[in-house]
């Protein structure tokens, strides 16, 4: 947008009438809200909250990024001269800088002259940046990831904040932002700024509009020798953040803004300081698409370094391991492919902490850091900067994390008050390998919270390289021997009931001590897996219909391939053993069946037939014809074939086994869990020191399995506690 003479002209014409601010400034007020409702299907999270200051909830809006790659946070205020400009009118411009910066943006609703004087607004904008800073606003956020930005009047309230922080000591802002920022008190003809006179009649903002603005902000005369209204006035600059001042050519407010640029650095303060030429006051929050605004967010990205790391960090590939293909062409709204571990503590999480964690975790674990991609012939995993951030739990467990259409991480932590969750996208990493992240992260945040008590902690991470976790073990482990033929599934019995409609998954959880369950499963001499399933067994059959008895009960359980090939891969690997079971040929009392599971799981679990399947499929994929296949034609294709192998199941039953974790640490620790996304019932399990937690997920409405299951455990001595997310608790999420 060049400044040429038929724009002067323009620009001239545009500010000649000038009309006096203290009588229009609701009629601008009434346009800019009229404008900022054009606004459609943003394509970020939007959030509203309130900040509370001596009695008044602070209007705050946050806007995140749907993939969660946020790199950081923005505190915002916006411009209009104190008086004009809210939380909606700026609210295209908050979504184009969450875009253009890849980071979370708070935006602050203060309020404005006149009905509010100063100090009001600056008061305002302090109380909501301490919370911020303190890590009572978004926690997941640390002080050193917060920068102030504002435009304008708004520039002017990010400096105050500056100046307030220093003079209070509450916290500590290491950047800011100044975007043709107010930031002296005289702006009429003999103001000592040169820019006043030059572009202050002619360039939209006036110096007349100016001086308005300001007799409409201060409350009296004295407030306008106040640094926190004219941060020129500061008699002491020292302590001040980075700060990036950019300037517009033909603003009025330009030299004054350029000078605080001078005094910070002269400060000590490291300081750049660009003037954007042929723009104008206000170009920045235009709602419409200028070359201006794409060289502002460069410069910004420059002084944030965003630039330097993006050409640091090489992008690399990786393809889909033998177990994670069949997950991204099979994932719907019915089924999202992730399970979950949880971890619940003795005491409320800490946010912070756990984000320190979880940044040091992902170090020993970089593959984690991948999105998944789709390429000609197979989907692949791309190396990304993403970072991973921790967020309290604001949605359903087990819920969508690939998307195709985003980029998004395969995986996410949240909590929710005693509660650590980690969700991760099947294709990404199996029960086993996300077991061993889910330890590593927990040792860290135990540390890091207790770390007088676990000072001498060796934190939990198996002994493997980076290169060895990220082991494709099914490649590793292939050989051309002769494998047996393709087994067609017969149709199994099939659960049937009302589908949940108010949320995906009827999740119930039952926790019971360890001891009890393993005495009882010798007592029957078998392992704790094959009296678990064969209570399981029992539960389901208990609930057929009689005339669907002649069928089979087929359950998948996966197996730990780790356990009989040499592997320290974080990735999948895992196969799948079928338990069938038949109540119409074969006795229906407990003993019996525990006698036909455990005989069954010992002919299934023999290593040479583990092999010879896990051979077989790995054989099908590297198979000519099937490399050559572009993916639009394989998808429909493991579609086809993923349905054949469902109409063959009943359920799905899996002892993780074991969480280890370091000594010391279990005095912080209740209990752990998993749990599944699934599109018919599916039973999860794991144990941590004396506790035995098993996880049911089912689609349905009915908990009648689920209730029959702990109803034979409770009728064989064992004592459980059940919860369930369909309890009337308000907050019974699991």
């Known amino acids: 947008m060049a400044i040429n003479k038929a724009m002067k002209a323009a620009l001239k014409v545009l500010s000649y009438p000038d009309p006096d601010i203290k009588k229009s400034y609701k009629l601008i007020r009434r346009f800019d809200r009229i404008v900022a409702k054009r606004l459609k299907n943003p394509n970020c999270r939007i959030d509203n909250l309130t900040v509370e200051r001596e009695g008044y909830p602070i209007p705050v809006r946050v806007f995140s990024p749907l993939n969660n790659k946020s790199k950081g946070v923005i505190l915002f205020f916006h411009g209009g001269g104190w008086v004009n400009g809210d939380i909606e009118s700026y609210t295209p411009t908050c979504i184009d800088i969450e875009e253009k910066l890849c980071r979370t943006v708070i935006s602050v609703d203060y309020r404005r002259a006149p009905e509010h004087k100063f100090p009001t607004a600056p008061e305002d904008c ?177 002084f944030l370094g965003d630039d330097r790391a993006a050409e640091s960090q090489p992008k690399s590939w990786i393809k889909l391991d033998n177990a994670a293909k069949i997950f991204p062409p099979t994932t719907s709204k019915r089924d999202a492919k992730v399970f979950r571990f949880f971890c619940e503590l003795n005491e409320t999480v800490d946010p912070r902490a756990l984000q320190a964690a979880l940044d040091e975790c992902i170090k020993s674990f970089p593959f984690y850091r991948s999105i998944l991609k789709k390429g000609i012939f197979w989907y692949y995993f791309e190396s990304t900067d993403i970072r991973p951030l921790v967020r309290e739990e604001h949605k359903e467990p087990c819920s969508e994390i690939f998307n195709i259409n985003r980029k998004d991480l395969l995986f996410e ?150 356990n009989y090939f040499e592997s320290k891969s974080a990735r999948n690997f895992f196969g799948i053993i079928d338990i069938e079971y038949n109540f119409k040929e074969q006795p229906d009392d407990l003993e019996s069946i525990i006698r036909y599971v455990n005989e069954s799981m010992k002919q299934n679990l023999d290593k040479s037939k583990i092999a010879e399947r896990m051979t077989g499929l790995t054989k099908m994929e590297n198979l000519l014809p099937t490399r050559m296949l572009p993916v639009f034609v394989k998808d429909p294709g493991l579609k086809i074939a993923n349905h054949f192998v469902e109409m063959g199941v009943t359920a799905a039953f899996s002892n993780i086994g074991k969480i280890s974790m370091p000594e010391g640490t279990e005095k912080y620790i209740n209990k752990f869990g998993v749990l599944c996304s699934t599109k018919r019932i599916q039973g999860c399990m794991c144990s941590f020191g004396g506790s035995f937690v098993i996880t049911f997920t089912s689609p349905f409405v009915s908990t009648d399995i689920q209730c029959r299951f702990f109803r034979i455990l409770t009728g064989l001595g064992i004592n459980v506690r059940i919860t369930s997310n369909l309890g009337s608790e308000k907050n019974a999420i699991l």
């Open 126 to 302: 302090y109380a909501v940046a301490k919370k911020l800073f303190c890590g009572k606003l978004l926690p997941e956020f640390l002080p050193e990831d917060i920068i102030l930005m504002g435009d304008s009047a708004g520039g002017n309230l990010a400096a105050a904040v500056s100046l307030m922080a220093h003079d209070r000591g509450d916290f500590k802002p290491k950047r800011q932002i100044l975007i043709y920022p107010a930031t002296y008190n005289d702006h009429s003809p003999s103001s000592p700024f040169a820019s006043i006179r030059e572009n202050g009649t002619d360039y939209m903002l006036t110096s007349k509009r100016i001086v308005g603005y300001m007799k409409l902000y201060a409350s009296k005369e004295e407030d306008l020798q106040s640094p926190y209204l004219a941060p020129l006035l500061a008699k002491d600059l020292h302590g001040q953040p980075d700060t990036l001042i950019i300037s517009a050519q033909y603003c009025p407010l330009r030299d004054e803004g350029e000078e605080y640029g001078r005094r910070l650095a002269d400060a000590g303060s490291n300081v750049s300081v660009f003037r954007m030429p042929n723009a104008i006051h206000g170009y920045f929050s235009l709602p419409i698409r200028l070359k201006l605004k794409k060289k502002t967010y460069s410069v910004i990205r420059r």
């Open 413 to 562: 932590v949240s909590y929710y008050k005693k509660r650590i969750n980690l969700e991760v996208y099947h294709a990404l990493s199996d029960g086993g390998g996300a077991a061993k992240f889910f330890e590593t992260l927990i040792s860290l945040y135990l540390k890091k919270l207790y770390s007088k008590d676990l000072a001498n902690l060796s934190v939990t991470d198996y002994d493997a390289s980076g290169a060895e976790k990220q082991t494709d073990s099914f490649y590793k482990h292939y050989s051309k021997r002769k494998t047996v033929g393709v087994i067609t599934p017969k149709r199994a019995y099939h659960i049937k009931g009302e589908r949940l409609y108010s949320r995906p998954l009827c999740i119930t959880e039952g926790e019971m001590p360890v001891s009890e369950l393993l005495n009882k499963a010798h007592e029957y001499g078998v392992t704790l897996t094959a009296f678990l399933l064969a209570v399981f067994i029992k539960a389901i059959g208990g609930s057929m219909p009689a005339r669907e008895k002649r069928k089979n009960i087929v359950i998948d359980v996966p197996v730990n391939l780790r």
